[in-house]
């Protein structure tokens, strides 16, 4: 083989720009956990679904007033951290570390906000005789397992991303992190509120007590 010919070989066929299918080892190892975790939700879920089909005395505790209305400020104020999330990456990209340490800040305070309102409502639940091995709502007493199992383990994905936030914003504003390295920790937040946003439905607003 000519050394002209295995020139051409070495040579790329790509001249569009970066690679269309390359990607960093942190952004990639973020990925592989959410598609994982995915799974995870996915399975919890649908044993929900199952055990709520399969029980037609399924317990529906949650009435509009208060909890409903209670769950969907929750609910607000995650979609807002996510918000301020993009902000924040956006602001990295720019170079800009003091916005995007405040925009992380400020997603942090949402996802503490929503621990803090979650743990409220667990406190009541408990108060008014939902636990995970019994409820005085009559029915399947796999509602209260199934509850606080989906809704801890969220619950424990957001106390998590958010002290995980806070390790990147300081590093990032202190220069030892790059602006990928808060996109991949975006990545991870907007995992956390998407599956939120299956939780709040399925859980809460089929159980609806009219």
């Known amino acids: 083989m000519s ?16 690679s269309p299918y390359s990607i960093g080892s942190k952004k990639l190892g973020m990925w592989l956990f959410i598609v994982s975790d995915t799974l995870t939700f996915a399975a919890l879920l649908l044993t929900y679904s199952y055990c709520r089909l399969t029980n037609p005395n399924w317990p529906k505790p949650f009435p509009i007033f208060n909890a409903i209305v209670f769950t969907t400020i929750m609910t607000v104020v995650l979609l807002g951290s996510s918000l301020t999330m993009v902000m924040g990456v956006a602001a990295a990209h720019r170079g800009n570390r003091a916005s995007t340490v405040k925009w992380m800040l400020a ?8 621990c803090g309102l979650h743990a409220t409502e667990w406190m009541h639940l408990i108060h008014d005789g939902l636990t995970p091995f019994s409820n005085k709502y009559g029915g399947s007493p796999l509602f209260g397992a199934t509850f606080f199992g989906i809704t801890g383990l969220h619950m424990t994905h957001v106390a998590i991303g958010v002290i995980y936030l806070g390790i990147v914003a300081t590093g990032f504003g202190r220069g030892k992190f790059s602006a990928e390295d808060v996109e991949v920790s975006g990545l991870y937040w907007h995992f956390v509120d998407l599956v939120w946003m299956f939780v709040f439905p399925m859980i809460y607003l089929m159980s609806v007590k009219y």
Do not use: K, N, Q
Not at 107 to 114: H, K, R
């Open 3 to 18: 050394d002209s010919h295995a020139d051409v070989l070495r040579e790329s066929p790509w001249t569009g720009g970066g």
């Open 107 to 114: 997603t942090m305070l949402g996802g503490a906000i929503f």
